[in-house]
């Protein structure tokens, strides 16, 4: 590869693009409602949900200094990380509490970037991100899972036209965004009726001495204030 090919390439990937008319957007966006309310379709979209869910424990223990063993997702769209290091203190309080915040966070990322016409960066960010958690997955069907969403990102970024790239980028983004905020309510759900006894929020209890309830309020703040931040960004207002 000459300089002129990796000037052309630095130029595709870091370079701006523009978006859609703002009609598009609203498409998009309907497009990642229907992916996220109906129920018989979000047994099925919310394994991404999860693959960010379990990617956000992941990275936060790294970045936190503790030793990442391994992430497992599962059929049930439930998964599980682990890390070693001390049982408690802020690294393992940051960890617990990445999960249900890190879909809604990466989504209002992923709108700032939008926002700015880095839509090609986007796509090759989250290929990026996707292969590197690739490589702690522990379980075949976690695997697949993983392989199939990030081929879907790496042939969009690599084969799709501008336009097809714009769609696809603001459908994902939308999802993270409006997929980010249903989980907090399903774990509500369960706990009123005693279930999930060892949730994250259960689990953040137990390390802080803070109500479980205050850290599903967390939850839901980070989720719909990413949600109304991140949504604005994307229709330009």
Not at 12 to 17: A, D, E, S, W
Not at 162 to 189: I, N
Request: include cysteine.
């Amino acid at each position: 590869m000459d300089s002129t090919d990796l000037g052309n390439l630095w130029d595709r990937v870091f370079g701006t693009q523009p978006a859609p008319e703002q009609w598009l957007v609203v498409v998009t966006a309907t497009a990642a409602l229907i992916a996220v309310v109906p129920n018989v379709i979000w047994r099925l979209t919310r394994n991404a949900i999860t693959i960010a869910h379990e990617g956000g424990h992941g990275l936060v223990a790294l970045l936190s200094g503790r030793q990442l063993s391994g992430i497992r997702l599962h059929s049930d769209t439930s998964g599980l990380t682990v890390s070693r290091g001390k049982p408690t203190g802020i690294g393992m309080v940051l960890t617990a509490a990445a999960g249900y915040t890190a879909p809604p966070l990466l989504g209002l990322g992923g709108a700032w970037l939008l926002a700015d016409g880095r839509i090609t960066l986007l796509l090759w960010l989250a290929t990026a991100l996707l292969t590197v958690m690739l490589v702690m997955i522990r379980n075949v069907y976690g695997a697949l899972t993983v392989i199939f969403t990030g081929s879907l990102f790496l042939l969009m970024s690599w084969l799709a036209s501008p336009d097809w790239q714009s769609l696809f980028a603001y459908s994902a983004v939308w999802f993270l965004l409006l997929g980010g905020v249903r989980p907090a309510f399903e774990l509500q759900s369960k706990r009123r009726h005693g279930g999930a006894p060892d949730s994250d929020a259960d689990q953040l209890s137990r390390l802080t001495d803070v109500p479980a309830a205050l850290w599903l309020f967390l939850f839901h703040a980070v989720s719909l204030c990413s949600l109304i931040g991140g949504g604005r960004w994307l229709l330009g207002l």
